[in-house]
């Protein structure tokens, strides 16, 4: 869950940067890339809320499995 929501972060953050450095380009590739980053800020980077409220909970599930349970 971690490595998820901080992965998704990480990508935000590399969109961000595509955003930046397209700023006052024109034309296709560079409409292509503002568009996926607002994709990607609007459908994916929302996702990590929710599992970051789940690791801050500090929820035990995963720590109480036992390796006989298997």
């Known amino acids: 869950m971690y490595l998820e929501a901080f992965g998704?972060?990480?990508v935000a953050w590399i969109w961000l940067e595509q955003v930046l450095a397209a700023e006052g380009q024109t034309g296709d590739f560079y409409d292509g890339?503002?568009?996926a980053?607002?994709?990607f800020f609007r459908y994916e980077l929302p996702k990590?809320?929710?599992q970051?409220?789940?690791l801050e909970s500090l929820?035990?599930?995963t720590l109480e499995m036992r390796?006989?349970?298997f």
């Open 52 to 54: 970051l409220d789940l």
């Open 59 to 61: 929820d035990r599930t």
């Open 33 to 35: 890339k503002r568009q």
């Open 67 to 69: 390796d006989a349970w």
């Open 37 to 39: 980053a607002r994709y």
């Open 8 to 10: 998704h972060i990480v």
């Open 48 to 50: 990590t809320a929710p």
